[in-house]
């Protein structure tokens, strides 16, 4: 993605339980987890709702279109963003107090994007990140930075949205049971106002003995007092280096431990259960942390915890490449780092909410594909050797388990 926005790729899941090829709506899950899983760039943030009205009617989601919401997804569509030369001062509202949340985490996720896109620089060498900013007439925008053709990097890129705007009030009854106490007030046909703010990045390097990389963090509210954050970090090999590992997923333990002993046991179930190639039988990559609806303390407590996640990407990552981006590696090896990604690719654009969603909607391109690889590769039937480099991976991605 080279000209144009960055809009944040929300590639959330529900809040449900993964039941074999389905995830199944869980009652006991609050009522705000299904929305976020069909963010794209939260320019089609409206949309996650609208999906969430068929999840509850079938209790479970496919993958692909479906025409009977055409409909409702044509109510959802905001303003096309406009290339602006000079980065705005802020994207939230103007008018917006410098104690709320919206503004306090817009701050952090700008301050976050600097300092992680400044490391990933010093660590690659030699490629700088490109920015550019945008802007909705109808209210928030975007940073984008990208880093192409880097020394360590083939892509890397640390987009933030702001967006705020409005929704159809079925969509927000449909998708919370206090629906109905948000929008009584309300006539027939007037919208709920929202507000969303994310942080999301995808980091694709040379070296096949260097994994790929993924995070976002995200805030959303309504005007009628619904809210949540979600966030996660994970990590995606072509080869297992199991010390490397339990120093990623170590990094987040630490981080989750420091807030609640239960977090981080929780939320790496929950991303190894969300990336999973079902068609495949294996999971994306070697997973990390992902929590989504988190709204059971309060806003400074949790933004505190994505605030540390934030902080914790380039201890967490940037060690282990830099201890792997000198190793050589043959032509088959690289060869597998292509078909691994493939499998990337597969994951993302067959069950990626966001991404689904945004391509169905006709969001732009070139964000919703943010977080696909430039190269990628498939071959026909192909099986790693037995007792190979290859077969040692794929049985980490068929069979999650506890690295810490």
Same mark, same amino acid.
């Given at each position: 993605?080279?000209?144009?926005?960055?809009?944040?790729?929300?590639?959330?899941?529900?809040?449900?339980?993964?039941?074999?090829?389905?995830?199944?709506?869980?009652?006991?899950?609050?009522?705000?987890?299904?929305?976020?899983?069909?963010?794209?760039?939260?320019?089609?943030?409206?949309?996650?709702?609208?999906?969430?009205?068929?999840?509850?009617?079938?209790?479970?989601?496919?993958?692909?279109?479906?025409? %009977?919401?055409?409909?409702?997804?044509?109510?959802?569509?905001?303003? *096309?963003?406009?290339?602006?030369?000079?980065? @705005?001062?802020?994207?939230?509202?103007?008018?917006?107090?410098?104690?709320?949340?919206?503004?306090?985490?817009?701050?952090?996720?700008?301050?976050?994007?600097?300092?992680?896109?400044? *490391?990933?620089?010093?660590?690659?060498?030699?490629?700088?990140?490109?920015?550019?900013?945008?802007?909705?007439?109808?209210?928030?925008?975007?940073?984008?930075?990208?880093?192409?053709?880097?020394?360590?990097?083939?892509?890397?890129?640390?987009?933030?949205?702001?967006?705020?705007?409005?929704? @159809?009030?079925?969509?927000?009854?449909?998708?919370?049971?206090?629906?109905?106490?948000?929008?009584?007030?309300?006539?027939?046909?007037?919208?709920?106002?929202?507000?969303?703010?994310?942080?999301?990045?995808?980091?694709?390097?040379?070296? @096949?003995?260097?994994?790929?990389?993924?995070?976002?963090?995200?805030?959303?509210?309504?005007?009628?007092?619904?809210?949540?954050?979600?966030?996660?970090?994970?990590?995606?090999?072509?080869?297992?280096?199991?010390?490397?590992?339990?120093?990623?997923?170590?990094?987040?333990?630490?981080?989750?431990?420091?807030?609640?002993?239960?977090?981080?046991?929780?939320?790496?179930?929950?991303?190894?259960?969300?990336?999973?190639?079902?068609?495949?039988?294996?999971?994306?990559?070697?997973?990390?942390?992902?929590?989504?609806?988190?709204?059971?303390?309060?806003?400074?407590?949790?933004?505190?915890?994505?605030?540390?996640?934030?902080?914790?990407?380039?201890? *967490?990552?940037?060690?282990?490449?830099?201890?792997?981006?000198?190793?050589?590696?043959?032509?088959?090896?690289?060869?597998?780092?292509?078909?691994?990604?493939?499998?990337?690719?597969?994951?993302?654009?067959?069950?990626?909410?966001?991404?689904?969603?945004?391509?169905?909607?006709?969001?732009?391109?070139?964000?919703?594909?943010?977080?696909?690889?430039?190269?990628?590769?498939?071959?026909?039937?192909? %099986? @790693?050797?037995?007792?190979?480099?290859?077969?040692?991976?794929?049985?980490?991605?068929?069979?999650?388990?506890?690295?810490?």
């Amino acid at each position: 993605p080279t000209q144009g926005s960055g809009e944040t790729n929300f590639d959330s899941a529900p809040s449900a339980t993964f039941q074999g090829p389905v995830f199944v709506q869980s009652a006991q899950t609050a009522p705000w987890g299904h929305i976020s899983a069909f963010l794209a760039g939260c320019a089609v943030t409206a949309l996650g709702l609208l999906a969430h009205m068929r999840a509850q009617k079938t209790r479970s989601w496919t993958p692909g279109p479906h025409d %009977s919401e055409d409909a409702k997804l044509a109510m959802c569509g905001i303003a *096309a963003e406009i290339n602006v030369k000079k980065v @705005p001062e802020r994207l939230g509202r103007a008018e917006e107090d410098e104690n709320s949340m919206r503004r306090k985490f817009e701050v952090l996720l700008r301050k976050m994007q600097l300092e992680i896109t400044s *490391a990933i620089e010093e660590c690659d060498g030699e490629a700088k990140f490109r920015q550019d900013a945008w802007v909705r007439e109808d209210g928030g925008g975007g940073i984008s930075m990208v880093l192409a053709n880097g020394k360590v990097w083939e892509k890397a890129g640390v987009n933030l949205s702001v967006v705020y705007g409005t929704m @159809p009030q079925e969509a927000l009854a449909a998708a919370t049971a206090r629906g109905a106490e948000f929008t009584k007030d309300l006539a027939p046909g007037d919208r709920v106002p929202f507000f969303a703010c994310g942080l999301s990045s995808v980091m694709h390097p040379r070296n @096949p003995h260097c994994p790929t990389m993924h995070f976002n963090y995200r805030y959303f509210e309504t005007s009628g007092g619904a809210w949540w954050f979600g966030g996660g970090t994970d990590i995606t090999p072509a080869y297992l280096d199991e010390d490397d590992i339990r120093h990623f997923h170590g990094t987040y333990k630490e981080v989750c431990d420091k807030h609640d002993p239960e977090f981080f046991a929780k939320y790496k179930k929950w991303a190894d259960e969300y990336f999973v190639i079902k068609h495949r039988g294996e999971t994306r990559g070697l997973g990390g942390i992902f929590f989504d609806d988190l709204n059971d303390r309060d806003k400074e407590t949790i933004m505190k915890f994505s605030a540390d996640c934030l902080s914790a990407v380039v201890p *967490a990552y940037v060690p282990i490449i830099n201890k792997n981006k000198e190793k050589e590696f043959t032509p088959e090896q690289k060869e597998w780092q292509l078909i691994r990604r493939g499998r990337y690719v597969e994951f993302n654009l067959v069950y990626d909410r966001g991404t689904i969603f945004g391509l169905k909607t006709g969001g732009r391109i070139e964000s919703i594909l943010m977080s696909l690889p430039e190269t990628a590769r498939w071959e026909y039937d192909h %099986s @790693p050797k037995p007792g190979s480099p290859e077969e040692k991976i794929m049985e980490a991605l068929r069979n999650p388990r506890d690295w810490v």
